[in-house]
């Protein structure tokens, strides 16, 4: 049989990713085979879709890709966006979103479009306006999302009527959950109490919670009872207890995880949604810091085993485990055999080999990972640092050869170089300080902070000033106090532009002028050379165990600052002066510069 060659010139969605550098010639060489191997076995996978299943992009660079193997690629945008912005999307054609607009698209609505779908995971980089009547554009986007609300507040009315209706009861389980996730509500809230007023859903978007539908006593124990019958748990009130729930949304599957506690006078069922659609692939993740990106692009790049140490820090909820995610991305699982240990497994990882522990049945951290010892892995990420006996097994595992990846709970770098030497066990102490000098490659601490809608104010330096001294409000007076020490602290003068959040905000933002959270970094690099971890060594073992951060201020040490940060956020008109003024904790010291 005789082939037939091909003549179109448009490139294939692989080549295009490859060419793009989203993922390597070797990834798209093995995801050809794997189709290869599934149509053996009589199985039909498209190549974009095996891409996405070992995590080598995500799902929205791929459909970028496929759209220039096109002349246009179907996308589906929440319809949040739709009514926010009046449009009709006719698909995607390249790196460009078609649409037709009620309004016209000027070039602050086109930046704000884009922001929202680069918050949704749509990356695309511009928008071609595409002529429609008005009419049928507005009757394309309103019909949908409205018959979803009614039906939404349709059904808690007739569960407050009728808390019996079992079929009511789950149409409204399943709507809250989609109403929360198109929200980008991280977790839902269920309190039941017996007081009438109290009977909250509640959701928290960006770190807050924003009370959203009363329901009555008595409906919101059947929507309890319900929810414990979905998680497969328990219906002891008086006992904590955990369950998990599986809702298929769109093109993928959320992971729900449900926490029932007792509380005085009733009972709190938190929970927690887990979307692997909001997971951003660590470029995404440090989009403000290419030069950082850069760094633990090439910590990571290693294809044989190597030991080395890479640590995330920061507070609760502040995006380690979105970050560890996206660095485990960027190893090769394909070459190496990457294994974790967690409590519990959030978001799967293509092509990694994930454990969650389970101390009820003395499946600790400790025990797991001397389990994985005897399965010959080449990466081991360890979900959390927790006690000596871990800090321990990853330091012996990086001696080794291992490449370990971990989280810590420190608020800053040269806290977490303490915590991990002051967690060494003493009779380990030399031994594992000396192993730390030579293996450890990065400390990177992180915190997430209030990030401003697109319909911030934009203003001059200047400008502000000189409105400063005829303010008479006191806490006007107050708060431009606060914006000088900031700007003063960032380096920031006169000439350069500062935004701020517009006051009432605007639908987009719910009126608050802030909508999203942006990451805020302190990193601290430490090159592989020789010179300088002799140095290391001896600071780690000569320095009092309780401060050893001197090692960050080695030459060739390369370390990125908090301040660093923040300058580039409030130059980019991602926070404002406030929010800056906060996260570096000026409100909690004197600045003596200037003042």
Not at 26 to 48: D, K, P, T, W
Not at 51 to 62: D, L, N, S
Not at 524 to 534: G, I, M
Request: proline share 4%; charged share 25%; hydrophobic share 40%.
């Amino acid at each position: 049989m005789s082939s037939t060659p091909l003549t179109s010139t448009k490139p294939l969605t692989g080549e295009v990713l490859v060419r793009k550098g989203i993922i390597t010639p070797e990834q798209l060489a093995f995801c050809l085979e794997h189709q290869r191997q599934l149509r053996r076995i009589g199985r039909e996978y498209r190549i974009g879709e095996l891409i996405i299943k070992h995590g080598y992009a995500i799902k929205e660079e791929v459909d970028a890709a496929i759209g220039e193997t096109m002349d246009l690629d179907a996308v589906v945008i929440p319809g949040e966006i739709r009514r926010r912005h009046g449009i009709y999307v006719h698909g995607i054609r390249g790196g460009s979103i078609c649409v037709s607009a009620v309004e016209p698209l000027t070039s602050g609505r086109i930046q704000a479009l884009l922001d929202d779908l680069n918050e949704a995971g749509i990356f695309v980089q511009s928008v071609r306006d595409v002529p429609m009547d008005s009419k049928e554009i507005l009757r394309s986007i309103h019909s949908g999302k409205d018959i979803e609300r009614e039906n939404l507040l349709k059904n808690i009315a007739k569960v407050n009527e009728d808390p019996s209706n079992g079929q009511v009861l789950l149409q409204l389980l399943r709507g809250l959950f989609k109403d929360a996730i198109e929200s980008r509500a991280s977790d839902i809230y269920f309190q039941k109490v017996r007081e009438e007023t109290s009977n909250w859903v509640i959701y928290k978007v960006d770190g807050r919670q924003h009370y959203k539908y009363l329901l009555s006593p008595q409906a919101m124990a059947s929507l309890a009872v319900r929810l414990r019958t979905e998680a497969q748990v328990d219906f002891e009130p008086r006992l904590p207890l955990d369950g998990r729930i599986t809702f298929p949304y769109r093109d993928t599957e959320v992971d729900i995880r449900l926490a029932t506690m007792p509380t005085s006078g009733g009972e709190l069922i938190t929970l927690r949604l887990l979307n692997p659609n909001s997971l951003k692939p660590l470029k995404a993740l440090f989009e403000d810091y290419p030069d950082l990106y850069g760094y633990l692009k090439r910590i990571l790049s290693f294809r044989q085993k190597t030991g080395g140490f890479l640590l995330f820090t920061g507070a609760t909820e502040s995006g380690k485990t979105t970050s560890l995610n996206g660095a485990i991305k960027e190893i090769d699982r394909r070459l190496l055999n990457v294994m974790t240990v967690e409590d519990p497994v959030e978001y799967a990882i293509p092509d990694a080999r994930q454990t969650s522990v389970h101390e009820g049945i003395g499946l600790t951290f400790d025990r797991v990972l001397r389990s994985q010892l005897r399965h010959s892995p080449d990466v081991l990420v360890i979900g959390e640092m927790r006690d000596g006996i871990t800090v321990e097994i990853a330091l012996r595992s990086a001696e080794s050869g291992h490449f370990v990846l971990s989280t810590l709970h420190t608020s800053r770098c040269k806290d977490a170089l303490n915590r991990v030497v002051g967690m060494i066990p003493p009779e380990y102490k030399i031994s594992g300080s000396f192993v730390l000098a030579n293996y450890l490659n990065a400390v990177i601490n992180q915190s997430l902070v209030p990030r401003l809608c697109s319909c911030a104010l934009s203003l001059r330096v200047e400008e502000i000033k000189k409105g400063a001294p005829v303010m008479t409000n006191h806490e006007a007076q107050e708060l431009w106090g606060r914006f000088a020490r900031v700007l003063d602290h960032c380096g920031i003068h006169d000439g350069e532009m500062i935004h701020l959040a517009r006051p009432r905000g605007c639908e987009r933002c719910q009126g608050s002028g802030y909508r999203g959270r942006a990451l805020v970094v302190e990193a601290v690099f430490f090159p592989a050379d020789e010179p300088l971890r002799r140095q290391m060594e001896a600071q780690l073992l000569t320095a009092d165990d309780y401060d050893v951060s001197g090692i960050m201020d080695l030459e060739k040490v390369e370390y990125h600052s908090l301040e660093m940060s923040i300058g580039i956020l409030l130059r980019k008109g991602t926070i404002d002066p406030l929010t800056a003024y906060y996260a570096l904790g000026l409100n909690r010291q004197t600045i003596s510069k200037g003042y």
